[in-house]
């Protein structure tokens, strides 16, 4: 009987094995059609983009010119024109890069020579046009190459009062054309930084098997507990205030973090991050504050401070390096720019003192960060006070939440480089973040960079439950509507940490712009939301 019975279980065990290895096999057929699927769809190219200037123009820098017997065809905007009796200079930009290529249109080149006249005589800065013809090294000074058109089309005038004029104006006074400020070479290019960080910061973490979690723009938490948010309401001009009424049937607001919930994606999937757009209700009309910007939050699970701020210093490197190797052209203007003072809100001593955007940039990626506590930081701001080196309006004293002055004073002055400053007072910090055994701190950090002040905080999360509870109630909090979020402590809880960058503070690095203003396509602030 018992060898009966064995048997019967050895069959038993084939069966199964050979269901699997039939299982894996099916998958793996499955798995080389989704490829063949994938190598077929790479064939189509139903899309032929035409040439752009400022891959044309880096070629030429490095000595390789467009085969002069080709015709290329370019569209874009006139910068600046000029002309003569049969011949018309125009300097031509198609939002690829800072720098315009020269078309010297010539009548007689023309294929059609009667479209000279009509063509040039609506030649005016902001004009969209599309030239085609072949691209020469050019014998003038200044530029590299030119293009000399065999057919020329006017494909949108200028109506008199185009508000973007051919000399540089004022940043003030680009904010009042949002719509059209891009269309300067300082803005384009600052916008063309800010789509190479959001790539570089993409392609940071998907590399390294993050996940990108979508999290609420609307929600029903204070992430930070600061109370100033935006409400969201279906009840305006009514005169219920019954939130149960409402169309959540609770209050909403426009989400200032993202962190929360994406905590809860952390416990499961490997690591995560998210990226999108945040909102805060503070009247503040600083240069450094915006009620709508993005922010760049990731965490990571059985993880603690050190393996964070590792992480971090990665990150902010890998994104900074992206944009030095994709955005030279855009770089090397700005700092040219900077260098000149157009439009710059900031004292030129200020920014001289820092050194040149490029040379900051080099030099963010180039050496390890500074490290120092927070404790550590207050006595090395306390020594300079009492050595007569600086007067701070605000006296440095154990407790209190480091200014700007403070945090670029360190950074500038002390150290000369980024820096992290960590182990904070956990009465300045939020209520999440990991304490001490004694409670006096938490597993904090704040990165501190030149020119900037503090770019990147984060921390250990906080991952027991009595002390997140504890934590909570001394700061108010009532648990009632984040009982979802000590679940996370309930069941199955970790070491986790995550950070939070503030996507526009990183593009004021990579910019060396001094307004935040400058860096959003349309900035929202106390008493502006138009557009």
Not at 199 to 209: D, E, N, P, T, V
Request: aromatic share 10%.
């Amino acid at each position: 009987y018992q060898r009966r019975v064995h048997g019967k279980d050895k069959e038993k065990e084939k069966e199964k094995e050979k269901d699997q290895l039939a299982a894996a096999s099916a998958e793996c057929e499955v798995r080389d059609r989704m490829n063949a699927a994938v190598r077929a769809a790479q064939q189509f190219h139903y899309h032929c983009p035409r040439a752009t200037i400022q891959p044309l123009l880096d070629q030429a820098l490095r000595g390789q010119f467009p085969d002069p017997q080709a015709e290329h065809e370019i569209a874009g905007w006139i910068r600046t024109s000029r002309n003569q009796s049969q011949r018309a200079f125009i300097e031509l930009n198609d939002g690829s890069g800072p720098c315009s290529l020269q078309v010297v249109v010539e009548e007689q080149s023309l294929s059609d020579p009667s479209t000279f006249g009509p063509f040039v005589q609506e030649c005016k800065t902001g004009a969209a046009v599309r030239v085609r013809g072949v691209i020469t090294q050019s014998p003038a000074k200044g530029q590299l190459i030119e293009m000399k058109p065999t057919s020329v089309q006017m494909v949108g005038t200028v109506a008199d009062g185009f508000p973007i004029h051919k000399a540089a104006m004022p940043l003030e006074a680009l904010r009042q054309h949002l719509h059209l400020r891009v269309r300067t070479n300082v803005m384009g290019s600052v916008m063309r930084i800010r789509n190479a960080c959001a790539a570089g910061i993409h392609q940071f973490f998907q590399q390294r098997q993050f996940v990108y979690v979508h999290t609420p723009i609307i929600t029903s938490n204070d992430c930070e507990g600061a109370g100033e948010c935006f409400t969201v309401t279906s009840l305006h001009g009514t005169n219920i205030t019954d939130d149960s009424k409402d169309f959540f049937a609770r209050h909403a607001m426009l989400t200032v973090s993202g962190q929360l919930n994406v905590e809860t994606y952390c416990a499961a999937l490997p690591n995560v991050y998210t990226f999108g757009p945040t909102f805060r209700a503070e009247n503040s009309n600083t240069t450094r504050h915006l009620a709508e910007f993005w922010m760049v939050e990731p965490e990571i699970w059985f993880a603690g401070l050190p393996e964070l701020m590792a992480l971090t210093e990665d990150f902010l490197k890998s994104v900074i390096a992206y944009v030095l190797e994709h955005c030279q052209a855009e770089l090397v203007f700005l700092d040219a720019y900077h260098q000149r003072d157009e439009g710059s809100e900031q004292p030129s001593e200020s920014r001289k003192a820092c050194g040149s955007l490029i040379d900051r940039l080099i030099g963010f990626v180039s050496a390890p960060f500074g490290r120092c506590t927070y404790t550590e930081a207050i006595e090395l701001l306390q020594q300079a006070e009492a050595k007569g080196e600086v007067k701070f309006e605000e006296t440095p004293v154990w407790g209190i939440d480091m200014g700007s002055v403070h945090e670029r004073y360190l950074c500038e002055q002390v150290f000369k480089k980024p820096i992290f400053v960590t182990h904070y007072p956990s009465a300045i910090k939020a209520f999440y973040m990991k304490q001490s055994e004694d409670g006096t701190v938490v597993e904090g950090m704040d990165v501190l960079a030149p020119n900037i002040g503090e770019i990147v905080g984060g921390s250990a999360r906080e991952d027991n439950l009595e002390r997140l509870q504890r934590m909570m109630a001394q700061k108010g909090i009532p648990p009632s509507g984040l009982e979802w979020y000590l679940d996370l402590r309930r069941y199955g809880t970790a070491p986790h940490a995550g950070f939070g960058l503030g996507f526009e503070r990183m593009l004021l690095l990579l910019t060396g712009m001094s307004n935040i203003r400058d860096v959003i396509p349309f900035p929202r602030y106390p008493g502006f939301a138009q557009f």
